[in-house]
């Protein structure tokens, strides 16, 4: 780096040249996680969260059984504590049975192992939702918004025509398309087979044995990315006739590096921010569509997948449908005061806004 | 005004014809068709059905006869463009429009009640956070908020059918047809939805209060009550005007979950039903049905900003 450009360059940070500024030099993300450690919500989110995490990765460890083999005999098994709380006198019908702490499901199943690997499910979801729709949304966001005119235009008119597509029933329609045609054994060498091969290595890398989870990721990100785009290309809009953008065309910095070194770090905060309160949806969708049986593939439990087997017990088990609900809504709260919290911290002045 | 309406209706076209289009590539691209069965039909009675549906026809014919720009194998232009959805492969008696005319209305009811929920808890907490900002007033609103989202429509419904059905007996477990029956999937359906409300109505409204012309209403000598209703709550209603369209749209597709969970025969678990039976005529016809009221919503939603808010121009 040349002495002029580390000059633009300091103009364009609004760090102080040496010996310049006297104060301690604080950076926006140091003051960030400050700000987050102080908000007793936030942490709270962020324990349970990891918490989550643990458990979704040392699965196979801390479940007491399989989550795909039961026993007939151990069918709407519903341990003693459980028939106390509930309502609707269950010790009449039901097979008691202190050995399944959270009950066992309509095939015998652990109901307490089956929610802890669902967690498999569910933070893949989220997570890969949110890094699909920040990759896809951010670049094309940054093209669309650098560019401008013409390019703007075309762009922009996609992401509308998108939008006016009622996502959950295109998200249906995707996933019944994906698991028809990818589903059964296809020939080698077809696009299908290639896809199942990623499949069962996204699978594997994500310690299930079956599930289907490429497709779910590949329905969530094609309808996710919009949101992000449009975000993007607003901050940039707002970023690009400022003063030290200029200066950096001025000493003859390329696009690209304007977009990475001048443009991105400051437009990442409020990404961050959207694309982290995204989540809970992220895991919402994927709920949802194990819950009309376009998920993941049984016997992969998946939170939604168990709500829907347990809602039709509802009556006599409440127990089998609330055992995943709870921990969806567990999640989900986790999730949201993360997110709350990371935007209070990142933008002060977004605090309390939606 | 009355030319930005004309424009923003022309560009719908173009939007609806490409849902459309790729509706019907990929309902068309699941393999497996409507008339496959458990015990395969004889192969006569197949082609038979296939030429009375126009399905021997190529897949561009198809759809340009379904969208009712071609005339159709019995010589009709009879098609979207002519407000005819086309028949279901499902029944013979019946027409998509039958069907939509049956389950689109208790869809409708069921996303009104929710969205009138929504508004009703969502708009009043939002006020008092804004207006007590950090007391605990403000604290409980937002913690009801926060709630709101985080607990889903596929939790709150068997909670609510755990409680308040098989618990204490208050209402119906499931069913459709009385208000007793409305009242907990509509709930269940806008209790979500009212937290957005309620958030985005205290953060505008603790903006607006702070503008200048509130001080010079109150400088003025209105009485509180009246610089509340009349100036502020117009002014930070415009945010949440904004998001009613597409909360609206959301809602009729969000009410697919509430249908399965209370047995309601709305038009969203039909929807599902469809594409196991690959009933291609009402797969498209109600995603373009729904994509109609999203854009239709984005347009109203856009329209009313001119209302509430003089300051911004259409051109």
């Known amino acids: 780096m040349t002495t002029k450009e580390r000059a633009a360059q300091r103009l364009a940070d609004g760090t102080p040249a040496e010996g310049e500024g006297q104060q301690k030099v604080t950076n926006l993300w140091a003051d960030a996680w400050r700000r987050l450690l102080r908000n007793r919500a936030a942490v709270l989110g962020g324990v349970i969260v990891i918490l989550i995490i643990v458990a979704a990765v040392f699965a196979g460890q801390i479940a007491p059984y399989d989550y795909a083999a039961g026993d007939s005999a151990d069918n709407y098994a519903v341990p003693l504590w459980i028939c106390k709380v509930m309502p609707g006198n269950m010790e009449a019908y039901a097979t008691i049975s202190d050995e399944f702490t959270l009950g066992a499901d309509y095939l015998g199943r652990d109901l307490?192992?089956?929610?802890?690997?669902?967690?498999?499910?569910?933070?893949?979801?989220?997570?890969?939702?949110?890094?699909?729709?920040?990759?896809?949304?951010?670049?094309?966001?940054?093209?669309?918004?650098?560019?401008?005119?013409?390019?703007?235009?075309?762009?922009?008119?996609?992401?509308?025509?998108?939008?006016?597509?009622?996502?959950?029933?295109?998200i249906i329609l995707l996933m019944a398309f994906f698991k028809t045609t990818f589903s059964g054994e296809p020939v080698p060498g077809t696009a299908a087979y290639t896809f199942g091969q990623i499949n069962d290595a996204v699978d594997g890398l994500l310690g299930l044995e079956g599930g289907g989870m490429l497709f779910i990721f590949m329905g969530i990100g094609i309808t996710a990315w919009m949101g992000t785009a449009r975000l993007a290309r607003g901050q940039i809009l707002s970023l690009k006739r400022k003063?030290?953008?200029?200066?950096?065309?001025?000493?003859?910095?390329?696009?690209?590096?304007?977009?990475?070194?001048?443009?991105?770090?400051?437009?990442?905060?409020?990404?961050?921010?959207?694309?982290?309160?995204?989540?809970?949806g992220f895991i919402n969708t994927e709920v949802f569509l194990s819950f009309i049986g376009l998920g993941v593939d049984p016997p992969t439990p998946s939170w939604g997948s168990m709500i829907s087997e347990g809602a039709r017990g509802i009556r006599s088990y409440p127990n089998q449908v609330l055992v995943p609900a709870l921990a969806l809504a567990l999640t989900m709260?986790?999730?949201?005061?993360?997110?709350?919290?990371?935007?209070?911290?990142?933008?002060?002045?977004?605090?309390?806004t939606s | 005004m009355g030319r930005y309406i004309v424009r923003r209706l022309l560009n719908m076209i173009p939007t609806l014809l490409f849902i459309s289009l790729v509706t019907f590539g990929l309902a068309k691209a699941i393999p497996g068709g409507p008339f496959d069965r458990e015990k395969p039909l004889p192969a006569e009675i197949v082609a038979n059905l296939n030429r009375y549906y126009g399905l021997d026809q190529p897949n561009w014919k198809q759809y340009t006869d379904y969208m009712g720009l071609t005339r159709n194998p019995s010589g009709e232009y009879a098609g979207v463009f002519q407000f005819n959805f086309g028949p279901t492969f499902s029944s013979r008696s019946r027409t998509v429009n039958d069907i939509f005319k049956d389950h689109l209305p208790v869809s409708m009811q069921l996303g009104g009640g929710a969205l009138v929920i929504a508004l009703i808890i969502g708009i009043p907490l939002g006020i008092i956070a804004a207006l007590k900002q950090n007391s605990g007033w403000d604290?409980?609103?937002?913690?009801?908020?926060?709630?709101?989202?985080?607990?889903?429509?596929?939790?709150?419904?068997?909670?609510?059918?755990?409680?308040?059905?098989?618990g204490l007996h208050w209402f119906p477990v499931a069913g459709w047809g009385s208000i007793d029956k409305m009242v907990m999937p509509s709930f269940a359906l806008g209790l979500g939805y009212s937290a957005i409300i309620a958030r985005l109505t205290r953060a505008s409204m603790l903006q607006v209060v702070r503008e200048d012309y509130i001080r010079t209403a109150r400088a003025k000598g209105l009485r509180d009550r009246v610089v509340i209703i009349r100036h502020a709550l117009k002014n930070a209603f415009i945010p949440v005007a904004t998001v009613l369209g597409p909360m609206f749209a959301a809602v009729l597709t969000g009410t697919l979950v509430v249908e399965t969970f209370f047995a309601i025969p709305g038009l969203g678990?039909?929807?599902?039903?469809?594409?196991?039976?690959?009933?291609?005529?009402?797969?498209?016809?109600?995603?373009?049905?729904?994509?109609?009221?999203?854009?239709?919503?984005?347009?109203?939603?856009?329209?009313?900003?001119?209302?509430?808010?003089?300051?911004?121009?259409?051109?």
Request: a neutral charge; proline letters at 5%; glycine letters at 10%.
């Open chain 2, 139 to 166: 604290y409980l609103s937002m913690g009801i908020a926060i709630f709101g989202v985080s607990v889903p429509t596929v939790v709150l419904a068997p909670l609510f059918i755990v409680i308040f059905a098989l």
């Open chain 2, 269 to 315: 678990r039909y929807y599902i039903t469809s594409i196991t039976n690959r009933d291609v005529p009402v797969i498209i016809g109600t995603t373009l049905l729904y994509a109609f009221f999203l854009v239709v919503a984005n347009l109203l939603v856009d329209i009313t900003y001119g209302f509430l808010d003089p300051r911004i121009k259409f051109d």
């Open chain 1, 333 to 352: 709260f986790a999730f949201n005061f993360l997110g709350d919290g990371l935007r209070d911290a990142l933008d002060p002045r977004m605090k309390g």
């Open chain 1, 112 to 170: 307490l192992s089956r929610v802890i690997y669902g967690a498999r499910v569910s933070l893949p979801v989220g997570f890969a939702g949110a890094l699909i729709s920040l990759l896809i949304g951010l670049i094309y966001g940054c093209i669309s918004g650098y560019y401008g005119g013409r390019v703007d235009n075309i762009m922009m008119r996609i992401v509308d025509i998108m939008y006016a597509f009622p996502t959950m029933l295109l």
């Open chain 1, 243 to 280: 003063e030290f953008i200029e200066a950096s065309h001025m000493i003859g910095s390329g696009d690209m590096r304007i977009i990475s070194r001048h443009i991105l770090p400051n437009i990442m905060g409020p990404i961050l921010i959207n694309v982290t309160l995204a989540i809970p």
